[in-house]
């Protein structure tokens, strides 16, 4: 090998590992950016998901007073907060959230704590333990008072975000929860919702297990190609230094992304709900907000395994791509709840499409691993965008027709 041959081979290998340092810092920032931005958006996910709750507690109480006023029904308070609790008690039983999570509700009756302070209103994860007293003197697992951290939350800001260790659902075992509280004054209701924090660890793209296989993989052949370098030539290393870049930027993406159905992610959905309440507030055009929730998917992925319910996942949300604009946008909010965005829709058309979406899945069948065709049905809520504050508030409003909507289910509704 000539001088000057091993001077190009001295620079190309330095070149590579410059390029692999650069790649691997970048690889480890962007990991730990999206586990940071996995627990940012899920502190999000259960404030936003309390915050609708409760909007929508009190938009049903206001709607059972209506209901039963128009049918000349005679009623008092209790009447209608005995109402309001089995249909609020049904919903939680039967919804599904983001990494098992769930809501439950706790009813005070002495804002003073102590002993006998609250009973257990409603809590999917312990049906059978509904209607008991609880305690603020009650500790969780490593001696903290959740029910007194609570308590003094919401009464001093009338919500609190707070951690402690509780049983998972559907299991004996105990872990660290993360949690978030909101008051319903009007029924002395603690609405709350926890995510378990090892749930969100498994979920996640830093400590997911096929990341990391693509991370040390990448790694590895990076290290492999280093020592092959010696003996190829400088275009190959200039290759394989692109192709890291490239697997960077993939990293990068899955914050914008839902990586399972390829839909825009919830954070990415958040962005776009609020330039559209921005642009209605310069233009007033009429662009139109559906929920979809997937009919009974808690029973698909029962009976045929979480991997068969995922595939039914990316099916419909491949289903609805291909039959909206792309000017719209369809937004994996939470589960297997989806947004849609239909921009500058007017009213006239919108009841056409909401049938077709319906009518389209109904009919859309996902082969299992039987060779099977299993198909669903999806309820529809919609609204358009008009004078709300906030996309807590716009979402709220969609959720009362997607709850009617779920009712009959394979239907839709517009309020």
């Known amino acids: 090998m000539s001088v000057q041959e091993r001077r190009l081979l001295k620079f190309a290998t330095i070149g590579f590992l410059i390029s692999f340092v650069c790649t691997l810092i970048v690889q480890v920032l962007g990991v730990e950016s999206i586990y940071k931005n996995s627990i940012y958006q899920q502190k999000q996910y259960i404030k936003n998901t309390v915050d609708n709750e409760v909007e929508y507690i009190d938009i049903l109480k206001k709607d059972v007073e209506y209901r039963w006023m128009k049918e000349g ?12 609790t089995r ?8 919804q599904e959230y983001e990494n098992d999570g769930y809501i439950w509700i706790n009813e005070v009756k002495d804002y003073d704590g102590g002993d006998g302070y609250a009973i257990r209103l409603i809590h999917p994860n312990l049906k059978d333990t509904e209607g ?8 969780d697992a490593v001696g903290n008072l959740p029910y007194k951290m609570e308590l003094e939350g919401v009464k001093e800001n009338g919500s609190i975000s707070y951690s402690y260790y509780f049983k998972e659902l559907d299991s004996k075992k105990v872990s660290k929860k993360m949690s978030y509280s909101k008051l319903y004054k009007d029924y002395n209701w603690i609405v709350c919702m926890g995510v378990y924090y090892t749930q969100i660890r498994e979920n996640s793209f830093f400590l997911d297990e096929r990341s990391q296989m693509v991370l040390f993989l990448g790694y590895g052949v990076s290290i492999v190609g280093l020592s092959v370098v010696i003996g190829i030539n400088t275009r190959k290393l200039v290759k394989s230094s692109e192709l890291y870049k490239g697997e960077a930027e993939k990293l990068q993406n899955k914050v914008e992304i839902d990586a399972l159905t390829k839909a ?9 709900l609020n330039e559209e309440l921005e642009k209605y507030k310069q233009s007033k055009i009429e662009s ?12 698909i ?12 996942l990316k099916a419909i949300v491949s289903e609805i791509k291909d039959n909206i604009r792309e000017t719209d946008s369809i937004i994996r909010w939470g589960g297997d709840e989806f947004i849609i965005i239909l921009r500058n829709i007017p009213p006239v058309n919108l009841e056409g499409i909401l049938q077709k979406l319906n009518r389209l899945i109904r009919v859309k069948e ?12 999806i309820s529809i809520g919609a609204g358009y965008i008009g004078d709300d504050e906030n996309i807590e508030a716009l979402i709220s409003r969609v959720d009362v027709a997607l709850y009617k909507a779920k009712e009959k289910r394979d239907t839709y509704e517009i309020i």
């Open 301 to 312: 992925n029962d009976k045929y395994g979480h991997n068969f319910g995922d595939e039914v």
């Open 264 to 272: 825009c992610s919830r954070y990415c959905g958040t962005k776009l």
């Open 366 to 377: 996902v082969i299992n691993e039987d060779n099977i065709g299993v198909s669903t049905t």
């Open 132 to 139: 008991m007293y609880l305690s603020t003197r009650t500790k």
């Open 87 to 94: 249909l609020i008690r049904q919903k939680l039983y039967s």
């Open 288 to 299: 139109a907000v559906v929920i979809i929730d997937v009919d009974r998917f808690k029973n």
């Open 73 to 84: 029904k005679f009623y008092s308070v209790s009447d209608v907060k005995a109402e309001v």
